[in-house]
Structure formats: structure tokens, C-alpha cells
């Protein structure tokens, strides 16, 4: 009995958006999924999935994706993406009403493996735009664009704060946290999601969202202030989950 994650899918069974054009990587990935899903998960496994599942921007369009991800082996768990406009936030609860015990959608609440609680949400990141100079450092931004984004980092950090708080007043002591966005930007060192991380005694973080070799370096990775940073985006790893913990 293992944990694992992956994020962006990125399916398109329905919405016909394939990811083909975004490099060679993404080359019928969903057959990649499918494969490694296969080959390294166990039916007795827990199977985190940070987000961005499908293109279907409502329901019906997002319906074969989903049933694609909970045809895949393992306990599903899912998060929400930026790009997953099939999920409402407030309507969480009808999303696992209709597809539990196939598929868990983690927003404002937790679910448990072994004795962690398992707490998450999509968070936010500011991402630009960035002004560079001939050398390719940064040396401005866009302010106006930074304060909306802040604005949107503290509603995930309340959100990311209830999906603890109803884990601890179950009684979970250890915790390990998902995030669609990576848990900071490229200009900082922390953020409301790595303040509430060690607050909680995290022992890790696993998050998605960034794309490209480019972009994989955009936040942190590997052990910071004694927490295990994971990026799982999907072309990071190939389409290959990554074990969290055995």
C-alpha cells in the first residue's frame, strides 16, 4: 500500500484539444498515463491526481476524461486545477455524491491514508507579467496584476486552512499537503501555503502546474525548512507517478 501523485493530465476525449503541439512529451500522453498508471500503481494503492484533468469545460464534455482517470488503478483523489472549469468549488459535494467510491474530489475537506490526513486545494501564484533585462534577470512586474493575485492566494489559503482544520478536529496530527500551483512564484522565498505548511508540520508538499523545462525550476523542490517539495507535473515526470510514501 503505497502513495502516489501526478497532475495535468490534461484530457481531451470529448473537448478534442490535444497536447500534441506543446512538445514531443505530450505525444499521445494519455496512452503514457495509462501505461505507467498500469504498470506502478496497485489496486490497493491511493492515487492523487493535482489537477487540470480535463479540458471539458462543463460536466458532460468533462465526463469521459473522468471516467478514463477512474478506470485507472488505485484510490482516486483529486484536485482542482485552473483549467478544470468542469468543477464549481461550491458544488464539490455533488461531484463525489455523483462518483464516489470511484473518484474523491478533495476541496474543503480530507481524506486519510494510513495515519495522515490528506488536505489540499487548487492555491494561486502570481505568474507575471515580469519585466527582464538584456542579462534575462527580473527587474519588474506588473503591480496591479500582483495585488489581484494576492487576492486570490489568501482565498486558497482559507480554503487550504479549512481542509486542515477539519483533519485536526478528527484528530490527524500528520499531514501531507497537494496544490495545483506550485506553492510559490518565482520571486519569493515563502508564501501563505509554505507559512501554512510548517504551522501544520507538513511532511510534504506535492503540487503541479508547471510546464516545460523552462519552467520546472519556478518554485522549490526537495527538502526546505524540513519539508519534501515534490513537483508532479505530468510532463515533468514523463506521465510516471511518483511515490510520496510507501
Known amino acids: 500500500m503505497s502513495l502516489y501523485a501526478l497532475g495535468d493530465m490534461h484530457l481531451s476525449f470529448t473537448a478534442n484539444k490535444p497536447m500534441d503541439g506543446f512538445g514531443k512529451v505530450w505525444r499521445k500522453h494519455e496512452k503514457k498515463i495509462e501505461k505507467y498508471c498500469n504498470k506502478i500503481i496497485r489496486p490497493d494503492d491511493t492515487f492523487v491526481i493535482t489537477g487540470d484533468h480535463s479540458w471539458g469545460r462543463k460536466l458532460p464534455e468533462a465526463r469521459a476524461d473522468l471516467e478514463f482517470i477512474a478506470d485507472l488503478p488505485g484510490e482516486k483523489i483529486l484536485l482542482r486545477g485552473n483549467h478544470d472549469m468542469f468543477w464549481d468549488a461550491k458544488k464539490t459535494a455533488a461531484l463525489n455524491k455523483e462518483f464516489e467510491p470511484r473518484l474523491h474530489f478533495l476541496q474543503n475537506n480530507y481524506y486519510s491514508y494510513k495515519d495522515y490526513a490528506l488536505v489540499g486545494t487548487k492555491g494561486y501564484t502570481f ?18 496584476a500582483e495585488k489581484h493575485a494576492q487576492k486570490l492566494v489568501q482565498r486558497e489559503g482559507e480554503r487550504l486552512r479549512l481542509s486542515f482544520e477539519a483533519a485536526k478536529a478528527d484528530g490527524y496530527k500528520k499531514f501531507i499537503m497537494f496544490l495545483h500551483y506550485p506553492p510559490t512564484n518565482i520571486l519569493e522565498e515563502e508564501s501563505v501555503f509554505t507559512r501554512m505548511a510548517e504551522e501544520y508540520g507538513v511532511e510534504h508538499v506535492v503540487y503541479s502546474h508547471c510546464h516545460g523545462q523552462a519552467r520546472f525550476a519556478d518554485s522549490i523542490r526537495g527538502m526546505y525548512h524540513g519539508i519534501e517539495y515534490h513537483l508532479v507535473s505530468g510532463d515533468y515526470l514523463e506521465f510516471k507517478p511518483e511515490k510520496i510514501l510507501d
Open 127 to 144: 505568474e507575471g507579467p515580469f519585466r527582464v533585462n538584456w542579462l534575462g534577470h527580473i527587474i519588474d512586474w506588473d503591480e496591479e
